[in-house]
């Protein structure tokens, strides 16, 4: 159903490109000759026939690990998508290299390429020069860093300068840059008294674990 599906969601949006540029003002000369309905509809009920079970779609499983997934695509955003290792034999002409055949359940095979035709499939796949693969969010966003760095410098300098040994109103004057026992009001010290806690704590803490678990 789903390589069905993605088939048909594909060959929609590939149509609705090729007719928007055959329309435009610079129309690519290789697309023209799908000006002619018949030869767009006569192109793609072909790929449908030739395809008949749909499009392969390789959906991996969901990646829980987040170390092990920030991993993979470091591992891969500034690598060429072929190892060394998987090219098994090379002559003048010829590129013999080994891949994983998902339609044989992921069993290695050996497939020869003409050199140039190798070279071809092979550097579609290189980035441009400073094209962006890794994309940054939350306070490191190519959007909002420079907004955010010296708030981020400031109070990661003053962090470094905390020490243990120091009590509660000790270091939060530090963080804070004020005193949080003056009253912002009159300026006054203030005396702590006492605290209330209706609830305790642990109990609080009990008791959300047990809605997250089975709520």
């Not at 767009?40 to 170390?67: H, M």
């Not at 591992?75 to 290792?85: I, M, N």
């Not at 891949?99 to 035709?117: H, I, P, Q, R, S």
């Not at 071809?120 to 907004?147: C, D, M, Q, T, W």
Request: proline fraction near 3%; aromatic fraction near 14%; hydrophobic fraction near 35%.
């Amino acid at each position: 159903m789903l390589h069905k599906r993605y088939q048909a969601l594909l060959i929609e949006h590939l149509k609705k490109h090729i007719k928007k540029n055959i329309n435009s003002d610079n129309p690519d000369e290789d697309l023209l000759i799908f000006s002619d309905s018949n030869v767009l509809k006569a192109f793609f009920d072909d790929l449908k026939s030739e395809y008949n079970n749909g499009f392969y779609v390789n959906v991996s499983e969901e990646r829980k690990d987040l170390k092990a997934t920030v991993g993979y695509i470091g591992r891969y955003a500034r690598r060429p998508p072929l190892s060394e290792v998987r090219i098994k034999d090379y002559t003048i002409d010829y590129v013999t290299f080994e891949y994983k055949d998902y339609y044989a359940d992921g069993a290695k095979t050996l497939y020869t390429l003409k050199t140039f035709d190798f070279i071809e499939k092979l550097i579609r796949h290189i980035p441009p020069h400073y094209f962006n693969v890794i994309r940054h969010y939350g306070i490191i966003a190519s959007r909002v860093k420079s907004k955010y760095k010296k708030l981020t410098n400031n109070l990661l300098g003053i962090l470094k300068g905390i020490s243990r040994s120091q009590n509660w109103q000790e270091r939060q004057k530090q963080y804070r840059g004020e005193d949080p026992l003056i009253c912002k009001i009159c300026k006054r010290a203030m005396t702590f008294v006492s605290s209330y806690t209706p609830i305790k704590l642990s109990i609080v803490k009990a008791s959300f674990k047990i809605k997250r678990t089975f709520g």
